[in-house]
Nanobody, 124 residues
Framework: QVQLVESGGGLVQAGGSLRLSCAAS????????LGWFRQAPGKEREFVAA????????YYADSVKGRFAITRVNAKNSVYLQMDSLKPEDTAVYYC?????????????????WGQGTQVTVSS
């Protein structure tokens, strides 16, 4: 399994940017599919972005497409989420997740490992 630790969350004004990082440990990281999810108070956890193990293919929720970018550096066992043009509705706890098998990368239930989450708050 892969162990994940997120960082980089914080408070930012609308229109601003944040870069989330997720540091991973575990020998299977380089062949894992990685995703970012978020959960706002009173709402279900929702898909944000995902990236294949080769980093050749990325997926985004419609709500963040064009504003967020997911990248990974296998040599550093890390995955990142660059968030630009942030909106108050982006406020949530953001989670990094990994999975060993392909499939529906937007399905939270199919991920094997999760980080503890990092809070992102966007003020209007």
């Amino acid at each position: 399994q892969v162990q994940l630790v997120e960082s980089g969350g914080g408070l930012v004004q609308a229109g601003g940017s944040l870069r989330l990082s997720c540091a991973a440990s575990g020998r299977t990281f380089r062949t894992s599919y990685l995703g970012w999810f978020r959960q706002a108070p009173g709402k279900e956890r929702e898909f944000v972005a995902a990236i294949t193990w080769s980093a050749h293919i990325t997926y985004y929720a419609d709500s963040v497409k064009g504003r967020f970018a997911i990248t990974r550096v296998n040599a550093k066992n890390s995955v990142y989420l660059q968030m630009d043009s942030l909106k108050p509705e982006d406020t949530a706890v953001y989670y990094c997740a990994s999975r060993s098998l392909p499939g529906n990368l937007q399905a939270a239930a199919e991920y094997d490992s999760w980080g503890q989450g990092t809070q992102v708050t966007v003020s209007s």
